[in-house]
């Protein structure tokens, strides 16, 4: 299916479109509005097209003048400036390893202070063992490696259904999507981090609210690919 994008001041319609011109009836009598997304992403999305890897959901600066993302399979983060198209490499990631499938360098997600008050950068990857999330911080426009903390370790790894997506809520905990590593029942078992949505604090610590006592906020998923919090709730 196709996937087509229309933007207006603050919302984006989004609906479902076979190879020709036919929607299905959902989409004839409906349009989702994603509020509070930046119109900004939209051109960035055109220049970004231009690059050959298989880049994380930009991030954007609060004046829309520079983008950070992350490459999966070079392992590396860029910035990107939208006006001209120019891309700075920050740095890459050490330990981080591709599957020849989803896995390598697949989540990044920074708080609201970044980078005024806060330098970290937050990123889920694959290692030769597992998948994690780690936190380092941009120091004089530069990933500084030797900051470098793992939040969280042992997320099972596999070709597939790796998860990877990061991001800071408005209660300012980190969300991060994990795959079912191709291993279906994992999703259902609150002893594994695989096929959970996750809930952490900046620290890598679990927030004493989660509902089960662990780092799990939600269980049972596949493979999820985005998150996003609704505006009003």
């Keep these: 299916n196709k996937i087509e994008i229309l933007t207006g001041a603050g919302t984006r319609v989004v609906w479902a479109r076979d190879t020709g011109t036919n929607k299905d009836t959902f989409a004839n009598g409906t349009q989702l509005s994603l509020m509070g997304l930046d119109t900004r992403e939209a051109s960035v999305g055109r220049v970004l097209a231009a690059d050959p890897g298989n880049y994380s959901r930009p991030l954007l600066s609060p004046d829309g003048s520079t983008v950070i993302y992350s490459r999966r399979d070079s392992h590396?983060?860029?910035?990107?400036?939208?006006?001209?198209?120019?891309?700075?490499?920050?740095?890459?990631?050490?330990?981080?390893?591709?599957?020849?499938?989803?896995?390598?360098?697949?989540?990044?997600?920074?708080?609201?202070?970044?980078?005024?008050?806060?330098?970290?950068?937050?990123i889920f990857h694959t290692s030769p063992t597992d998948n994690r999330i780690v936190r380092m911080q941009l120091v004089n426009g530069v990933l500084d490696t030797s900051t470098l903390q793992v939040l969280l370790s042992g997320i099972a790894r596999n070709i597939y259904h790796n998860g990877g997506r990061l991001r800071f809520g408005p209660d300012g905990k980190l969300y991060v999507a994990t795959g079912d590593a191709q291993i279906a029942s994992s999703a259902q078992d609150l002893n594994q981090l695989t096929g959970k949505i996750l809930r952490l604090n900046p620290d890598g610590s679990r927030p004493a609210d989660n509902p089960f006592g662990s780092l799990v906020w939600s269980y049972g998923h596949r493979n999820p690919q985005g998150l996003a919090q609704h505006p009003l709730t």
């Design 76 to 122: 590396d983060i860029v910035r990107l400036n939208p006006a001209t198209g120019a891309r700075t490499t920050l740095g890459t990631v050490p330990n981080a390893q591709s599957t020849n499938g989803e896995g390598g360098l697949m989540g990044l997600a920074v708080t609201a202070g970044f980078p005024a008050s806060d330098r970290w950068l937050y």
